[in-house]
């Protein structure tokens, strides 16, 4: 089993939405089987996620019919979320077999700094690290995913790759802005994914009353409607790619 994390220094960059959105992309539009690892503490934000889910689910006909038609077609199950510090996370997962999933996706809390977090990063398999064109994000990024790459190097961790990765990019922005960070990137010998993210309010469409496209979902895979033009499915194959998943 494959244990990945989508994980920032810096809070607000995307890392819990694409963690849902790749899990469920994973779970319910491919072959493999996926648990989630919710470290995000204290407010578990996937857990709480997948409540506000069934809520909705079990009070609206449409998405009832929605959720007893995909399990009918697929035959698969909504997948498991396991919460806990970051400190005891992996703890719950080995009392797993590993030969029950193919890949733990965890989430973290929005800074690296609470306890734990460098600790069991350090355990994972792969890394990937959304970021944006912003200075801070970037400096404080760019300092994190340095080390990490160090301590790869150096064999003091059991990573095999760490990933940088654009996200919220947004059409008004100066393209040679992301030139200039790219060049930096490369010069800093870090890794960075061809596929791009853009900056677009489906990564907010989470279930509501309403019979709406359900894009975030741990219910739910993203629309088909809603893909395209969203770069997941890309995301996800060329991530696949590269851990041989």
Same mark, same amino acid.
């Given at each position: 089993?494959?244990?990945?994390?989508?994980?920032?220094?810096?809070?607000?960059?995307?890392?819990?939405?694409?963690?849902?959105?790749?899990?469920?992309?994973?779970?319910?539009?491919? /072959?493999?089987?996926?648990?989630? !690892?919710? %470290? /995000?503490?204290?407010? &578990?934000?996937?857990?709480?996620?997948?409540?506000?889910?069934?809520?909705?689910?079990?009070?609206? $006909?449409?998405?009832?019919?929605? %959720?007893?038609?995909?399990?009918?077609?697929?035959?698969?199950?909504?997948?498991?979320?396991? *919460?806990?510090?970051?400190?005891?996370?992996?703890?719950?997962?080995?009392?797993?077999?590993? @030969?029950?999933? $193919?890949?733990?996706?965890?989430?973290?809390?929005?800074?690296?700094?609470?306890?734990?977090?460098?600790?069991?990063?350090?355990?994972?398999?792969?890394?990937?690290?959304?970021?944006?064109?912003?200075?801070?994000?970037? @400096?404080?990024?760019?300092?994190?995913?340095?080390?990490?790459?160090?301590?790869?190097? *150096?064999?003091?961790?059991?990573?095999?790759?760490? &990933?940088? &990765?654009?996200?919220?990019?947004?059409?008004?922005?100066?393209?040679?802005?992301?030139?200039?960070?790219?060049?930096?990137?490369?010069? !800093?010998?870090?890794?960075?994914?061809?596929?791009?993210?853009? @900056?677009?309010?489906?990564?907010?469409?989470?279930?509501? %009353?309403?019979?709406?496209?359900?894009?975030?979902?741990?219910? &739910?895979?993203?629309? *088909?409607?809603?893909?395209?033009?969203?770069?997941?499915?890309?995301?996800?194959?060329?991530?696949?790619?590269?851990?041989?998943?």
């Amino acid at each position: 089993m494959l244990k990945v994390a989508f994980s920032t220094p810096k809070g607000g960059i995307g890392k819990t939405t694409i963690t849902v959105i790749v899990a469920s992309y994973l779970h319910y539009q491919t /072959d493999n089987r996926v648990i989630v !690892l919710d %470290a /995000d503490y204290p407010q &578990f934000s996937i857990q709480s996620m997948r409540q506000r889910d069934i809520a909705q689910v079990n009070k609206n $006909d449409y998405y009832k019919t929605l %959720a007893y038609n995909q399990f009918t077609n697929s035959n698969k199950k909504a997948y498991p979320i396991l *919460s806990g510090k970051p400190t005891h996370i992996l703890q719950e997962l080995n009392s797993i077999s590993p @030969d029950d999933y $193919d890949i733990a996706l965890l989430d973290f809390p929005g800074t690296v700094g609470n306890e734990g977090v460098l600790e069991t990063i350090s355990q994972l398999d792969y890394l990937f690290i959304p970021i944006t064109a912003d200075f801070v994000v970037m @400096d404080v990024t760019l300092k994190f995913a340095t080390v990490l790459q160090d301590l790869l190097k *150096s064999g003091q961790t059991h990573l095999k790759g760490i &990933f940088l &990765f654009w996200n919220m990019i947004n059409a008004h922005e100066r393209s040679g802005l992301y030139f200039a960070y790219q060049n930096v990137i490369g010069e !800093l010998g870090l890794n960075l994914l061809k596929t791009q993210l853009p @900056d677009t309010v489906r990564y907010k469409k989470e279930i509501q %009353a309403e019979k709406r496209s359900v894009f975030r979902s741990t219910l &739910f895979p993203p629309s *088909s409607r809603l893909i395209k033009g969203s770069n997941i499915d890309t995301l996800v194959e060329e991530i696949r790619g590269i851990i041989k998943l």
